[in-house]
């Protein structure tokens, strides 16, 4: 069966300090993979989605980027963090046809 | 942009009323889906509806798409404690794509 892992699952980090986030899928080749934003209580903002290794499509101009470097691999990252960037972040994959599968998310706060 | 607005925002009901939460649109959506998402998890699928005018039905959760598929509504009968989450709906666009609601939070009291 199909699983995706993502951490650390709540982080506190200073503003203009680095981030990394990381999510893993297993179970499947080749998924959707996406990162999305979430404002407490409120939905869900895409940030970025992948179709395949190196291929990054990025919703809204910001401070983050995203990476592919393996096919199961995501990850979201950000040179120096502002205090906009607090909310908490879902990564999810799906495959052709399916609905999305979310992590548990990180919740980031910037100090 | 693709925007979906959901109304109410927030609903606070009590034990065994009935409720209806909508999902509206100006963009047409190739499918729309519903998900309810507890604190600190993602979000869950609750059901997929493809064809305009679609009605579907989870137990006491009714699903309809609109004819012209930009709008959707959600509605719960004899609502339980249970029910309480976050309800968001997301339209997917571009097959590879899902923009998801504003949310509509729901709290049912015993």
């Known amino acids: 069966s199909q699983t995706i892992h993502q951490w650390p699952a709540t982080l506190v980090q200073p503003v203009g300090s680095p981030l990394s986030l990381e999510c893993t899928v297993e179970g499947t080749s080749n998924p959707n993979l996406y990162w999305y934003r979430q404002a407490a209580g409120r939905g869900l903002q895409l940030l970025f989605y992948s179709v395949g290794i190196g291929q990054i499509s990025s919703e809204v101009p910001q401070n983050l980027s995203a990476s592919r470097p393996q096919d199961r691999q995501f990850i979201l990252s950000s040179k120096k963090l502002l205090l906009s960037d607090s909310g908490f972040y879902l990564c999810a994959w799906s495959a052709l046809g399916s609905p999305l599968h979310f992590g548990n998310g990180t919740r980031l706060t910037v100090t | ?96 794509k899902l923009i998801f609601g504003t949310g509509t939070r729901l709290q049912v009291f015993p």
Not at chain 2, 44 to 49: A, S
Not at chain 2, 61 to 90: E, M, N, V, W
Request: charged share 20%; proline share 4%; hydrophobic share 35%.
């Open chain 2, 1 to 96: 942009t693709q925007l979906l607005e959901q109304s109410p925002q927030f609903l606070s009901i009590q034990e065994g009323e009935n409720l209806t939460v909508y999902c509206n649109s100006s963009s047409v959506f190739s499918s729309l889906q519903w998900y309810r998402q507890e604190p600190g998890e993602g979000p869950v699928l609750l059901v997929t509806v493809v064809t305009g005018g679609e009605v579907k039905k989870l137990k006491r959760l009714t699903f309809q798409f609109g004819d012209a598929r930009k709008d959707s509504s959600l509605h719960i009968t004899a609502a339980q404690p249970g029910d309480t989450g976050l309800y968001l709906c997301a339209g997917v666009w571009n097959t590879d």
